[in-house]
């Protein structure tokens, strides 16, 4: 059973680029949810997606954005990149109701430069 | 707003040794749930153990325990025999108990176990 898959692994972008990250949910999870890991750093909520739809969102700006398809699986669209976007983005999938957790990703790196 | 603080960068544990790692939390709300995820240089957050806020027993994995103080908000993770595969960071999270989960986690800092052999 395949878990949580994200892609690219490795990504080098150029100050105000725009880039999209991709995650497929593990096999039976609806939701999908997002982090932004700074080197050093705990993982930061970005936003969640259930049903096609951003359920809540943290304390980032506009230029973060999202998607879910259908088959749940999500993008991460990061628009104008400042070189303060450069980490770690995971992707967590879990049921609507995470009693037991989130299972995640082993993230997509970003640096920008 | 929930904060989680990680007062330990980093420890270190002889092989087959116990270690504790500290948590401690604040939050208004009475109904939420903690957890330990432990990442290691692959960098996927692996679960390790999980308390219910509303459950007064310890949450038990193994070799894995937590020492749940609710009134106190401490959350500390002990590993018993240590093992060179333990090492990792380890982050603590809480998540609310209201709207489903929708708010994500929150995490702390992360505490670097080094496990020495």
């Known amino acids: 059973d395949a878990g949580v898959t994200q892609s690219p692994t490795h990504l080098i972008k150029t100050r105000g680029q725009q880039v999209t990250l991709r995650c497929s949910p593990k096999?039976?999870?609806?939701?999908v949810s997002w982090y932004q890991q700074a080197l050093g750093q705990g993982p930061q909520f970005i936003f969640q997606?259930?049903?096609?739809?951003?359920?809540q969102r943290g304390n980032f700006p506009d230029r973060f954005s999202g998607h879910q398809f259908p088959n749940y699986s999500s993008e991460l669209n990061v628009n104008a990149l400042l070189l303060g976007d450069s980490a770690l983005y995971l992707c967590?999938?879990?049921?609507?109701?995470?009693?037991?957790?989130?299972?995640f990703g082993s993230g997509t790196r970003l640096t920008v430069v | 707003a929930q904060t989680v603080t990680q007062s330990q960068p980093e420890m270190s544990v002889q092989e087959a040794e116990t270690v504790t790692l500290s948590c401690t939390y604040d939050?208004?709300?009475?109904?939420?749930?903690l957890f330990w995820y432990k990442q290691p240089p692959s960098r996927q957050m692996i679960l390790v153990i999980r308390q219910e806020a509303y459950k007064q027993q310890n949450a038990t994995e193994n070799r894995f325990s937590v020492n749940f103080q609710k009134a106190a908000k401490s959350f500390s993770l002990k590993i018993s025999d240590s093992q060179l595969g333990d090492a990792a960071m380890y982050f603590c999270a809480y998540r609310s108990g209201r709207g489903g989960g929708a708010d994500g986690l929150t995490f702390g800092k992360g505490t670097h176990l080094i496990i020495q052999p």
């Open positions: 939050t208004s709300e009475s109904d939420y749930y």
């Open positions: 997606y259930y049903e096609e739809e951003e359920r």
């Open positions: 096999s039976g999870h609806d939701t």
């Open positions: 967590a999938s879990s049921w609507s109701h995470p009693n037991y957790g989130y299972t």
